[in-house]
């Protein structure tokens, strides 16, 4: 089965986005990141998308949205994670 995408909204100077894509990189995961900082219609999509959300980073994966660093980091720590990313879990 092949891996749902993962998509990364961040700004440059952001600790978080930076450990989150550490994260990510460490498991050999490949990602599309969008910064935010940088792109106002970018800005807008990831409000829209997380229903919100200011902060960075926001991650999805396919369709869900994962949340930040933290919820990426509990998920990969239980198991979710892996499962999100080849679409099962609910």
Known sequence: ???QSIEIYTTAVCPYC???KN???ARGLAYSETRVDTDHAAREAMLA???GRRTVPQI???ARHVGGFDELAAADRD???ADWLTGQGA
């Open 1 to 3: 089965m092949s891996q």
């Open 18 to 20: 930076v450990a989150a």
């Open 23 to 25: 994260l990510l990189a």
């Open 49 to 51: 998308r997380s229903h």
């Open 60 to 62: 999805f994966i396919g």
């Open 79 to 81: 198991g979710r994670l």
